[in-house]
């Protein structure tokens, strides 16, 4: 996010912030040079940030995303149906295949995960609702971004995360519009690196079991109910 994306400077920087953030906790130095902005500005708006609960520090000084925003998030999605529309299909695919189990869908540039479910593994993708990621890494955001496969489903392997393998299809909504995408994650050592030959199948299942709903008379089309 830029430092002028809605011309109120402040709101602006501090969002570019939480967005550098979203990914995994920085330091102040990594915060400067993620957003480009001074040192001490940086370090005024962590500061304000964390004492509004949006951001924390780590053990390790690290600013990580705040508590506040777990609250924050859960009330986004109350508010988004699609989440609870999802939720007996990723609920499923998460028992079926025993690895951790998300819904993305695009916001601008980058994606929004609005349902999550963990493994039950102790080694596990852990993703929380509200996490803002790249468009351009990982198999969600390729297929937020249209790319599409004879197979139907998209693959990647440490494209995000090292060690982190992922497999992603596309939910439609009742229009036929691309609605969300929905993800299986875990570490390479039991996704492999085809974790699409492994769970692709299972994913256009759940997939499809969410556009049976959204065309359902419950159903909240394209975009909302």
Known sequence: ??????????????????????????????????????????????????????????????????????????????????????APALSQLRDETGESVQLYVRDGERRVCIAALESPHGLRTIVPVGAALPMDRGSAGRVLSGESTRQGWVQTVEEREPGVASVSAPVRGADGSLAAAISVSGPIDRLGRAPGRRHGDAVLAAAASIERALRGPEGVGGTGR
């Open 1 to 86: 996010m830029g430092p002028t994306v809605s011309g109120v400077g402040v709101v602006d920087k501090s969002l570019s912030l939480v967005a550098a953030i979203a990914e995994r906790p920085l330091s102040l130095a990594e915060l400067v040079e993620r957003t480009g902005l001074s040192r001490a500005t940086v370090h005024r708006l962590a500061v304000a940030l964390e004492a509004h609960g949006l951001l924390r520090r780590t053990a390790e000084g690290r600013f990580a995303l705040g508590l506040h925003l777990v609250a924050l998030g859960r009330a986004a999605t109350e508010q988004f149906p699609l989440a609870e529309v999802a």
